[in-house]
């Protein structure tokens, strides 16, 4: 009847007795080892070590196991099945932490440290530090030692468990900030309890006797687990829509991350309860927990960086290469491994051999592939990602094949191509006449800013040295004429600023207001503005 994540304890549920003569029941074993002399389920627990387990309580049980196998020595168990003894040998696992666990653990304390560091005053950073302490506190198991140490430990794995995982909870619901839609309002904080209290009521259930049956302990835990991922998915699912576009794609980064980390494990444990292989499943349980450490990394993208890469690229990536695994490795099973096991045979080589040449080649096709189907997930999961794609695609190409328009004309072809597909809540386009800048388009605006002539100045040797686009930010750097530029752009709300060059000078500029949706732009938004930069560059040099 002993269990916990990283316990040092053994992993035999039993199902204690009421009566002063009944004896132990194996309910459940995590691994069951095959032979006639090994623990099965069923069997009646006599002795452990020296100690008789006739007639013994819930508690007195977890405290003669942990006593037997403590420091790490093997204890006898002596168990009756059907009128005969069978002898079997215990130990306790090793109380370390495993080698997958510290990445996350580590990443989790670590990221809590940082973020109480810089904002040590923000309700919202103090939350953010117990909740990823106290995970980080949950997750590091107590070495060996006496056994009211170790019983001790199973309960400060509870008492953390619960607090943890409540905090957790509290954090997802608070989780960004601020609400900005009327129509939807935040959970309620009370809400935080109830998957934490279903997890402790489940593991109490082993140390108090009942109420649940315990051969029923994977399947309860496995529930709880599923109802804690479900609560944690369907919370930011709903603060998705109280928040702003630049918010949610805070939220697509955590999403990102708990798909990161928890996809691979459950599958695991999937695989692990159909085919009960003890060793394969440690091994590959151990490589799934390691993947917890994408969730302190996610969160730190989300809370610092957020705007570092673009999610939605990145996310459509992973779904992409996702369904190419599943459909490679179905096809794989069911159909071609036994074709590429025959095929190896008839040219005089070992099937194995054969069946991972196979997979090699399969891996090797997986990238040009993954190029022809991305477009058709973005098309589904990123409809106006797609649109703004093939938008600048065309402009470019109407670029190249205009070679005799004038550069003024041109601009009139970009303004209304950035204005319509990235939908910015205004933009001006600038060309360069002598010592100023006029404006020869504008969207969004009754009329373009006219620059005094030092701001005209300040602007040309700026830009003149710089190729890709400027994000205009309120922060300060060495540069002067960064900084002096950064606030003339300020002064105006610009966000964006998109250098043309012409004849290895900068022969003009498109600024662009915040987007209407008050989403960010994102790299691949830059990306594009860059790709129309440069080719107008080249088509009028």
């Not at 909870?169 to 109830?194: G, T, Y």
């Not at 804690?228 to 603060?239: G, K």
């Not at 070679?403 to 809540?425: K, Y």
């Not at 700026?462 to 002096?484: C, K, W, Y």
Request: charged fraction near 15%; glycine fraction near 6%; aromatic fraction near 12%.
């Amino acid at each position: 009847m002993v269990f916990g994540h990283g316990s040092p304890l053994t992993t035999i549920v039993a199902d204690v007795g009421s009566g002063p003569d009944e004896l132990p029941v194996v309910a459940f074993l995590t691994v069951e080892r095959p032979g006639d002399d090994r623990l099965k389920v069923g069997d009646h627990l006599l002795s452990v070590g020296d100690v008789d387990l006739r007639g013994i309580s819930h508690m007195g049980y977890q405290v003669a196991m942990a006593e037997q196998v403590r420091n790490g020595k093997t204890a006898e168990v002596r168990a009756e099945r059907n009128g005969e003894i069978v002898i079997d040998y215990i130990r306790a696992r090793n109380g370390n932490m495993p080698w997958s666990h510290i990445p996350f653990v580590v990443g989790f304390a670590t990221l809590a440290l940082i973020v109480i560091l810089r904002a040590p005053d923000i309700q919202n950073s103090r939350l953010f530090f117990a909740t990823f302490m106290s995970v980080a506190i949950f997750q590091t198991p107590i070495g060996d030692g006496s056994a009211f140490q170790l019983i001790l430990s199973q309960f400060m794995f509870l008492g953390f468990g619960f607090i943890s995982l409540t905090l957790v909870m509290l954090f997802v619901i608070a989780f960004p900030r601020p609400i900005v839609s009327e129509d939807w309002r935040r959970i309620p904080n009370w809400v935080a309890f109830i998957p934490s209290s279903f997890w402790l009521i489940i593991r109490l259930n082993y140390y108090l006797g009942g109420p649940l049956l315990a051969q029923d302990y994977r399947v309860y835990s496995f529930v709880i687990d599923i109802l804690f991922f479900v609560s944690v998915l369907v919370i930011l699912s709903w603060n998705y829509h109280c928040v702003d576009p630049a918010s949610r794609r805070k939220l697509r980064w955590v999403l990102y991350g708990v798909y990161l980390a928890f996809i691979p494990i459950i599958m695991i444990h999937v695989i692990g309860t159909l085919i009960p292989n003890a060793d394969a499943f440690l091994w590959l349980r151990g490589i799934g927990v390691f993947l917890y450490v994408a969730i302190p990394i996610s969160m730190w993208i989300a809370i610092a960086h957020f705007d570092l890469f673009d999610v939605d690229r990145v996310i459509s990536g992973t779904v992409t290469y996702t369904l190419l695994v599943v459909v490679f490795a179905l096809m794989t099973e069911t159909q071609l491994e036994p074709v590429a096991a025959n095929l190896a045979t008839q040219m005089g080589l070992d099937p194995g051999t054969g069946q991972i040449t196979f997979v090699c080649i399969l891996a090797a096709i997986a990238l040009p592939v993954q190029r022809l189907v991305r477009p058709h997930i973005e098309l589904l999961f990123l409809p106006h990602q797609h649109a703004l794609n093939k938008s600048v695609e065309a402009l470019i190409e109407e670029i190249s094949q205009n070679n005799d328009a004038n550069f003024e004309q041109m601009t009139q072809l970009i303004g209304n191509c950035v204005a319509e597909s990235m939908e910015p809540s205004f933009c001006a386009l600038y060309v360069r006449d002598q010592d100023n800048w006029q404006s020869t388009f504008c969207s969004g605006i009754d009329q373009a800013p006219v620059f005094t002539r030092d701001q005209s100045a300040a602007i040309t040797r700026f830009l003149g040295r710089r190729v890709m686009p400027l994000r205009i930010s309120s922060a300060t750097i060495q540069d002067p004429e960064h900084n002096r530029v950064n606030a003339i752009f300020s002064d105006l709300d610009v966000t964006i600023v998109v250098p043309f060059h012409h004849h290895n000078a900068c022969r003009g500029f498109l600024f662009l207001g915040h987007k209407r949706s008050r989403d960010i732009y994102t790299k691949t938004d830059l990306t594009l503005l860059t790709a129309v930069a440069m080719q107008t560059s080249l088509s009028y040099s």
